[in-house]
């Protein structure tokens, strides 16, 4: 963004804002007030909205007011192009409405207004496509303008990065390179494999010919990708995708190195390694050869970027494998980090490790988001990752350094045989934890002292108080499996993105308790070798599963003995820290509230929490009147919710046709407000003055 205007921008919507205040008496924190670039004329041009990722619309035609008034505008039937793409948000630019589709990732067009289909774009089928194991999870697109035409940009479960014309869905001409595949067009694709092996040596050494169809052969690994790629400046970057890690029991695959090309050649610009080889910073971070011919450390979720500062931000996978890492002794960088790069260049700028040595499955999951916040005076360029963890990192953008401090804590070492762990993990001070870390406690329902002790003696008796970072432990130990709380699936995970209101500097994020149940085995002996993976050398342990079930009644005569919520929302003001509010998931099924309702134990106290809320997280997206979440009613009906901002009251709700997926956007067409809903089956769109008897369905 160019700084003169950026710095007009901030002025008016600063002057806006003190008028909204004066007049309306709307809340309006006082903070430094910016915007990432992307939403402009109230498009949504990024995945998340804008490049900050922070699925934030200035569009306000919508308000909690007329809230209710919204109906169906149009449906999206995706059912033409197979099952429905789990985890997508359609991108809007210059009246198309951009998207992808099924297992195929088919990539889609539709007309804003209506939903009807204006050109679809489907990639060749090759071998390396058919084995992704990430195929249903493309999320979305990347969109540039280059010299006054709009670019498509999209990367596919096979590996491949196609340019597309926005407006005719055909490859650019003269663009990349010709792939050697039956049916593939002569421009507009990049091979991906081809850069990202080239000077890989498990590949070199093999010493044969590259198969297009086929990309790296499975003994020493394989790639793919589950979100698209980001535009910066002048550079497509590309981030990547393995095997799921807590499903692996192989050590061989491939480092998921970032990618740059030119945005109006497809020429290769650079590539980034992730797990540094030999006079590379973090080399010394790999103990033995690991380096060599282990890998994952993708970027499997979303990107952000700074194109101002000329930055994209990357958050990375772990290591290969996830609840084991004794083939891979020490720290591992780049895993489980949120690096900095430039990307013109591909240069390193900074870097962060959130989990050193990671064996729970704490990958970092979502996009960060970046806001310009105002810190005990001081303007900061922060950039704000939400994690498993349940924790906040909050870093200044340009440097990377903590806006608040993190601290070197000990945690629990593990007792499996050649596993060792690091002796710290790096714990944020502040913002506080967004939702439970390990279980104490003072987690348990403490409505009176008896019902505490109560819930003491169950939790104890069943054993699960847990450490926050507690290690697997193996099949033979008389201990059983470790509890991990948060589990692999969070506190936040990539079903439920964080959102923010750049304006305010305020951060929604979406989390859930849950825990996991961690046990390894012989990784040869393990169920999971069952299935067909790459690699051939078996690690010494793998996962008995993702989780093991059991683990006791964790219940007072059906009363849960541990605090909710189930699932929350916490909104948590950047420019100071404090967490504002926390409120449920949508709300907990009828039956449930009844049962603690008239729980015996529970009869003439004050202060009972009936509403639990929904396990896991939901989709949201932030106007400047109103956050937008979706859940479900206590009737399991599914609805968009209208929130306050300031205090998380409930402002409105509209019943929708499915619960809600992923990630929602919101942008204007012709003079009117959209929010488009991901649902199983494929879209819809709600407006106001929308009709849903002449809603139809479009194929």
């Known amino acids: 963004m160019n700084g003169e205007r950026c710095e007009t921008n901030r002025a008016l919507t600063y ?44 569009a306000e035609q919508i308000t909690p007011e007329n809230f209710e008034e919204l109906s169906i505008a149009w449906r999206w039937d995706a059912s033409s192009f197979g099952p429905s793409t789990a985890r997508a948000t359609p991108t809007y630019v210059d009246g ?34 058919e084995y992704s194991m990430r195929k249903g999870y493309g999320k979305g697109i990347a969109y540039a303008e280059i010299d ?44 991906l494999v081809e850069d990202l092996i080239a000077d890989w040596g498990p590949w070199t050494s093999m010493d044969r010919p590259y198969d297009a169809s086929t990309g790296i052969p499975l003994e020493i690994g394989y790639i793919t990708s589950s979100s698209p ?7 497509v970057v590309i981030g990547n995708s393995a095997e799921q890690g807590y499903l692996q029991t192989r050590v061989e695959n491939v480092p998921g190195d970032i990618l740059g090309y030119d945005i109006r050649t497809g020429d290769f610009k650079w590539k980034f390694n992730v797990i540094p080889r030999p006079g590379e910073l973090g080399h010394d971070t790999w103990e033995n050869d690991a380096w060599e011919w282990t890998g994952d450390v993708s970027s499997w979720a979303p990107m952000s970027s700074d194109p101002e500062l000329g930055l994209v ?83 200044d953008r340009a440097t990377g350094e903590p806006i608040w401090p993190i601290e070197e804590r000990p945690v629990p070492p593990s007792v499996v045989l050649g596993e060792q762990l690091s002796a710290t993990q790096p714990f944020p001070t502040w913002p506080a934890p967004f939702d439970l870390q390990g279980r104490t406690e003072e987690h348990l329902i403490d409505y009176t002292p008896e019902i505490f002790e109560v819930a003491r003696r169950v939790a104890t008796e069943n054993k699960l108080f847990n450490p926050m970072f507690n290690p697997p432990t193996t099949v033979d130990d008389p201990a059983g499996p470790a509890w991990n709380c948060p589990g692999g699936g969070g506190g936040t995970n990539i079903t439920g993105p964080a959102v923010a209101d750049p304006v305010s500097g305020v951060m929604f994020v979406t989390s859930g308790s849950g825990c996991f149940r961690l046990q390894i085995m012989s990784a040869s002996e393990s169920p999971l070798d069952e299935r067909e993976q790459s690699g051939v050398t078996h690690s010494n342990f793998a996962a008995v599963a993702t989780t093991v079930r059991g683990g006791g009644d964790a219940t007072i005569d059906g009363l849960p003995i541990w605090k909710g919520p189930l699932g929350r929302i916490t909104a948590i003001d950047m420019n100071t820290g404090e967490h504002l509010w926390v ?9 449930e509230q009844d049962m603690i309702r008239n729980h015996p134990l529970l009869q003439g106290l004050d202060g009972v929490e009936i509403n639990r809320g929904r396990a896991g997280g939901t989709a949201m997206v932030v106007t400047p009147t109103m956050l937008v979440a979706g859940g479900r009613t206590s009737d399991d009906t599914p609805q968009l919710f209208a929130i306050d901002k300031k205090t998380g009251e409930r402002l409105g709700s509209v019943e929708i ?28 769109a709600y407006a106001l003055g929308g009709s849903d008897a002449a809603a139809d369905d479009h194929h």
């Open 15 to 58: 002057g806006l804002a003190l008028v909204m205040s004066a007049v309306f008496g709307l809340w309006v924190p006082e903070v430094a007030i910016a915007q990432g670039t992307g939403t402009e004329n109230a498009q949504w041009t990024y995945l998340g909205g804008d490049s900050w990722h922070t699925r934030y619309t200035p």
């Open 96 to 129: 198309k409405l951009i998207t992808v589709s099924g297992n195929r990732r088919h990539v889609v067009a539709l007309n804003p207004a209506t939903g009807e289909l204006l050109w679809s774009f489907t990639e060749p089928n090759t071998s390396r496509y």
């Open 148 to 191: 006054g035409r709009g670019v498509v940009f999209i990367t596919s479960p096979g590996f491949f990065l196609h340019a597309l014309d926005a407006e005719t869905g055909r490859p650019i001409e003269n663009w990349g390179r010709p792939v050697p595949i039956p049916d593939f067009d002569d421009t507009g694709t990049v091979d």
């Open 229 to 235: 790629p980001i535009v910066v400046n002048d550079t």
């Open 313 to 395: 931000y990357i958050p990375t996978n772990s290591a290969t494998i996830d609840y084991y890492g004794g083939h891979r002794p020490g720290d591992n960088l780049f895993a489980a980090s949120l690096i900095a790069l430039d990307a013109e260049t591909g240069e390193r700028r900074w870097h962060y490790q959130m989990v050193h040595h990671d064996v729970w499955n704490y990958d970092t999951p979502t996009a960060p988001i970046l806001m310009d916040v105002t810190v005990d005076g001081r303007e900061i360029k922060g950039i704000f990752q939400a994690t498993k963890q349940a924790w906040v990192y909050a870093l």
């Open 583 to 591: 409120i449920p998931n949508g709300d907990a099924s009828q039956d």
């Open 657 to 684: 046709p499915g619960v809600t997926r992923y990630g929602m956007s919101s942008w204007m067409h012709e003079d009117k407000q959209y929010i488009i809903v991901q649902l199983q089956g494929g879209l819809v």
